[in-house]
């Protein structure tokens, strides 16, 4: 199919222009000034007057929950919500049942998306303590990298042995793929647990959740992180970095790398989490176990502090943690609830609220979410509206009444959202993906599936 997209503002590559943009197949084929006249025949013409143009989201950080959780979510229900929400490529999580730390685990996910996935995708591979093998003969070209658990996770994907450890950060060097760690100390948490225990009971409220997985186990767990891959020049990303003092660590620590010129500047990135932006300690009273997630929701002072980070350079992805589990799940309080909750599909209408904040700029915004997360994997022709590149585009209007968001609205399994209630000014109008127009305000294209990302 021939698309012309018209008259709307196209965001790419730090500027902003009104102009048109042609799709041939699965291909872009130009992007045009208004200046320009497009000419030729066009199976679909979009008027994009007074919206903006933007590359497709790529999402590196979600729990799809396929296989072996799927009562609380599945590849199809969860990428059919990226599509209302403007995510065309996402990199799902290793824990999953079984865990993705075989080869095996790893071509049934494949499989899976295949069959069942509306956008593009692909899938971390898990370190373990005991899977050093498999991951020297891990195909660099078709993961964006390996997933970490460095302290703290579920069931026995948690590696806290310091020779184990070094092994994981040695071989992500060797393999020269990205090593995306979760970073919380557990033996700091599990210390704190005991004392939260002992003072408010079994089960303690989840105001006290921030206490328990403190400031203290991330800063102490992502400084032996970064230790170690300064020790090998491991390239280093921090997933969802949740403390002020975290993005001082990666300051630092870049600042000393350009000083001294041995290591590249971004060799060290950090992550932060649409949910982290938005909340903090204070939204616990009113949404309760709702933001319970892993790493917490800290403090206002670290929510400002992460909101800096996006414009001054320190942050270098925006994903999501998409992470969803039934209500029933959520039931309990900093003992006994479940962590995650699922943010993709209102992912980009709350930066883009956050744009108009002026937390930071659209061009900003697009670099975080499309252009960085495709530089910083390697993903190959995506995250850019460029000629030859795959045409995964995103039309989003802010001329149109405000709305509020309900459960209806909703496409996620789970069928809840923290953002519940939450007024909008922005909506993801079009999604195009591989160059098919699978979300035409509001109607979906059950048939359509997305393709497997290839990296260089």
């Given at each position: 199919m021939?698309?012309?997209?018209?008259?709307?503002?196209?965001?790419?590559?730090?500027?902003?222009?009104?102009?048109?943009?042609?799709?041939?197949?699965?291909?872009?084929?130009?992007?045009?000034?208004?200046?320009?006249?497009?000419?030729?025949?066009?199976?679909?013409?979009?008027?994009?007057?007074?919206?903006?143009?933007?590359?497709?989201?790529?999402?590196?950080?979600?729990?799809?929950r396929?296989?072996?959780l799927?009562?609380?979510?599945?590849?199809?229900?969860?990428?059919?919500?990226?599509?209302?929400?403007?995510?065309?490529?996402?990199?799902?999580?290793?824990?999953?049942?079984?865990?993705?730390?075989?080869?095996?685990?790893?071509?049934?996910?494949?499989?899976?998306?295949?069959?069942?996935?509306?956008?593009?995708?692909?899938?971390?591979?898990?370190?373990?303590?005991?899977?050093?093998e498999?991951?020297?003969?891990?195909?660099?070209h078709?993961?964006?990298?390996?997933?970490?658990?460095?302290?703290?996770?579920?069931?026995?994907?948690?590696?806290?042995k310091?020779?184990?450890?070094?092994?994981?950060?040695?071989?992500?060097?060797?393999?020269?793929?990205?090593?995306?760690?979760h970073?919380?100390?557990?033996?700091?948490?599990?210390?704190?647990?005991?004392?939260?225990?002992?003072?408010?009971?079994?089960?303690?409220?989840?105001?006290h959740?921030?206490?328990?997985?403190?400031?203290?186990?991330?800063?102490?767990?992502?400084?032996?992180?970064?230790?170690?891959?300064?020790?090998?020049?491991?390239?280093?990303?921090?997933?969802?970095?949740?403390?002020?003092?975290?993005?001082?660590?990666?300051?630092?620590?870049?600042?000393?790398?350009?000083?001294?010129?041995?290591?590249?500047?971004?060799?060290?990135?950090?992550?932060?989490?649409?949910?982290?932006?938005?909340?903090c300690?204070?939204?616990?009273?009113?949404?309760?176990?709702?933001?319970?997630?892993?790493p917490?929701?800290?403090?206002?002072?670290?929510?400002?502090?992460?909101r800096?980070?996006?414009?001054?350079?320190?942050?270098?992805?925006?994903?999501?943690?998409?992470?969803?589990?039934?209500?029933?799940?959520?039931?309990?309080?900093?003992?006994?609830?479940?962590?995650?909750?699922?943010?993709?599909?209102?992912?980009?209408?709350?930066m883009?609220?956050?744009?108009?904040?002026g937390?930071?700029?659209?061009?900003?915004?697009?670099?975080?979410?499309?252009?960085?997360?495709?530089?910083?994997?390697?993903?190959?022709?995506?995250?850019?509206?460029?000629?030859?590149?795959?045409?995964?585009?995103?039309?989003?209007?802010?001329?149109?009444?405000?709305?509020t968001?309900?459960?209806?609205?909703?496409?996620?399994?789970?069928?809840?959202?923290?953002?519940?209630?939450?007024?909008?000014?922005?909506?993801?109008?079009?999604?195009?993906?591989?160059g098919?127009?699978?979300?035409?305000?509001?109607?979906?294209?059950?048939?359509?599936?997305?393709?497997?990302?290839?990296?260089?």
């Open positions: 021939n698309i012309l997209i018209k008259n709307g503002t196209i965001v790419n590559e730090g500027k902003s222009f009104i102009g048109s943009i042609i799709v041939e197949d699965d291909k872009i084929k130009a992007s045009l000034p208004y200046t320009e006249t497009p000419r030729g025949v066009y199976d679909k013409e979009i008027d994009a007057t007074g919206c903006f143009v933007i590359p497709g989201v790529i999402d590196s950080h979600v729990h799809f396929e296989p072996g799927t009562h609380k979510a599945d590849i199809e229900s969860e990428s059919r919500a990226a599509a209302y929400g403007g995510v065309t490529t996402y990199f799902d999580m290793p824990n999953t049942k079984p865990q993705t730390t075989s080869l095996e685990a790893l071509e049934e996910k494949f499989r899976i998306a295949r069959d069942k996935s509306h956008v593009n995708y692909s899938f971390f591979f898990g370190a373990a303590s005991d899977n050093a498999i991951l020297r003969n891990i195909d660099r078709s993961i964006p990298g390996l997933k970490l658990f460095m302290g703290s996770s579920t069931g026995n994907m948690l590696v806290d310091d020779e184990a450890l070094e092994h994981i950060f040695q071989i992500s060097k060797t393999l020269d793929m990205p090593l995306m760690v970073c919380e100390d557990s033996t700091v948490i599990n210390a704190n647990m005991e004392k939260a225990k002992a003072l408010y009971g079994e089960d303690p409220d989840i105001i959740h921030p206490e328990i997985r403190s400031s203290e186990a991330c800063i102490k767990s992502a400084s032996k992180g970064l230790t170690l891959a300064m020790k090998y020049g491991t390239r280093l990303h921090l997933a969802h970095v949740s403390t002020q003092e975290e993005l001082a660590l990666v300051k630092e620590q870049n600042a000393r790398c350009q000083e001294n010129r041995t290591e590249s500047p971004t060799q060290i990135t950090c992550e932060a989490t649409v949910s982290h932006l938005l909340f300690d204070k939204d616990y009273e009113t949404l309760g176990t709702r933001i319970k997630c892993n917490a929701i800290k403090t206002f002072s670290d929510k400002e502090a992460l800096r980070g996006l414009s001054d350079g320190t942050i270098f992805t925006i994903g999501t943690d998409h992470a969803p589990h039934t209500l029933d799940e959520k039931k309990g309080g900093a003992s006994k609830a479940v962590s995650g909750m699922p943010m993709l599909q209102f992912s980009l209408v709350s883009l609220s956050l744009v108009d904040e937390v930071l700029s659209m061009e900003r915004m697009v670099e975080l979410m499309c252009h960085n997360p495709a530089q910083l994997f390697s993903v190959r022709e995506r995250g850019f509206l460029r000629k030859n590149y795959k045409a995964d585009i995103v039309i989003v209007s802010r001329n149109i009444p405000e709305w968001l309900t459960s209806d609205d909703i496409q996620s399994k789970c069928h809840w959202s923290p953002l519940e209630g939450k007024t909008f000014r922005w909506r993801v109008v079009h999604t195009i993906c591989n098919k127009h699978i979300f035409d305000n509001g109607v979906f294209d059950e048939n359509s599936r997305g393709e497997e990302v290839c990296f260089r």
